[in-house]
Every structure is written in structure tokens, then in C-alpha cells.
């Protein structure tokens, strides 16, 4: 069986972590706003869509971001910076969020009801499943971002260096916000690092 027709590969081997950006290149709003609704194509547990996204692009809120960010200079460089959230209250809005696909016809209300009820009994009372579908969804959303930037054309960079609490207090997040990771998005310069090398599969790789 040939791979070589998988149009998604080329995408992942010339992404790279992207730490130099090409100061001055913004991304536009209408790239900001594809950026996030790609991101929202990645799955969730009972489709919770349990993330939200706050795009860092104004030089105010970009120092905000730089102090919470142990001062790495790449969110200033950045067009923007996305704090990606995940959300633990998501199981109780989660009626609402199914709804689009029961109008669509894709899942029946019956489903529609049974998926609440039971991330509603698996969620309510464990905060620790909550941070853990927060932080599972938010990840996915995170990666299928840096994946669609790439594939328009834009250099992009994972980030957990941040100081939550200073985070927190710069932009406002509410108790039920998460934030997970930072993901830099721009026009990288020309001195990036290339991809660094990965273990060779037959170390990371077991068949069951
Ligand atoms: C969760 C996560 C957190 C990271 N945090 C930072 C960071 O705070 N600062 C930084 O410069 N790079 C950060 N990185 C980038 C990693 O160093 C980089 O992804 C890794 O070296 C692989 O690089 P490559 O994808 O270009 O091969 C982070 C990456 C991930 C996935």
C-alpha cells in the first residue's frame, strides 16, 4: 500500500515550532476567525466542544501576554497568539451544543439525551474528568489549529510556558476556563530551527 498520495503528510512534515516571526506581518481578522473554526472540526468527547479561544493581537494585550509568558518574545512577534481554553462546565450546555445535529438530522433526539445524561453523571461530581476532557479537547483543537495554519501558509508554535494565575488575571478568564496552551501564529523568519528529529517509530509504536 503506497502513502505517498496522503495529502495531509506533507502538511505535518514541513510544520515546525516556530519561535521567529517576521515582526509587522499581522494575520488578518478573517484568517483568525478560519484559524478557530478549523480548530472546532477537531472532536470532543460527546462532541462538548469544551474550548474556547482568546486571540491575542492587540500590542496592549500582546505585553500582557509576553509578561505572562516568562517574557518569551515570540507573542509579540507573533500576528497573533491564541491562549486555548478548555472549558469544564461544558457537560451543562451540552443539550444546547447537540442541537445543530439534531436539527441536521445527524444524531435523533434520543441520542441527543442520552449523551447528556451520561456526561452529566460522569461529569458533574469529578472535577478531575472535567480538567481532564478540558485539557484532551483543548489539545486536539490546538493541533488541528497549528495543522490548518500550516496549511495556509502560516508558521505556528505550541507554547506551555506561561504563568497560569498572571494569565489568568491578564485576560479575565473565569473559573471555568482552562488555559492550556499558547499557539503563536504568523510569518516565520528565515532563521527557525527545522523539524527536530523524532524517535524512530519502532520505539514508540506497539501492536497489541
Ligand atoms: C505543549 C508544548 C509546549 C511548548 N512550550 C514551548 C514554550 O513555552 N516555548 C518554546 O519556545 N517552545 C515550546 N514548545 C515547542 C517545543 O519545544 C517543540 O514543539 C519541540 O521542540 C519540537 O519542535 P518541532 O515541532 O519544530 O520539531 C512547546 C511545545 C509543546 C507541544
Redesign the pocket.
Known amino acids: 500500500m503506497s502513502f505517498t498520495a496522503n495529502p495531509v503528510t506533507p502538511i505535518l512534515e514541513a510544520?515546525?515550532?516556530?519561535?521567529r516571526y517576521r515582526p509587522g506581518m499581522p494575520v488578518t481578522n478573517d484568517q483568525v476567525i478560519e484559524l478557530v473554526r478549523c480548530a472546532t472540526l477537531a472532536p470532543s468527547a460527546y462532541n462538548l466542544q469544551n474550548w474556547r479561544f482568546i486571540a491575542v493581537m492587540s500590542d496592549a494585550a500582546k505585553a500582557r501576554l509576553c509578561e505572562a509568558?516568562?517574557g518569551?518574545p515570540?507573542v509579540k512577534d507573533a500576528g497573533v497568539t491564541f491562549i486555548v481554553c478548555g472549558t469544564t462546565n461544558a457537560h451543562k450546555s451540552l443539550a444546547n451544543a447537540l442541537q445543530a445535529s439534531v436539527d441536521a438530522e445527524i444524531i435523533s433526539p434520543q441520542v441527543q439525551t442520552s449523551w447528556v445524561d451520561a456526561a452529566t453523571a460522569s461529569h458533574q461530581d469529578n472535577p478531575q474528568l472535567q480538567r481532564d476532557e478540558a485539557f484532551r479537547s483543548a489539545?486536539l483543537a490546538?493541533m488541528t489549529l497549528m495543522i490548518s495554519a500550516q496549511g495556509m501558509g502560516l508558521a505556528s508554535?505550541?507554547?506551555?510556558?506561561?504563568d497560569e494565575q498572571v494569565l489568568r488575571q491578564a485576560f479575565e478568564l473565569s473559573d471555568q476556563e482552562l488555559p492550556v496552551?499558547?499557539v503563536t501564529v504568523g510569518h516565520g523568519a528565515e532563521n527557525?530551527?527545522?523539524?527536530?528529529?523524532?524517535l524512530p517509530v519502532e520505539k514508540v509504536l506497539r501492536f497489541a
Open positions: 510544520r515546525t515550532s516556530t519561535t509568558a516568562y518569551q515570540q489539545s490546538a508554535g505550541a507554547m506551555s510556558g506561561f496552551m499558547l527557525n530551527w527545522p523539524q527536530k528529529c523524532r
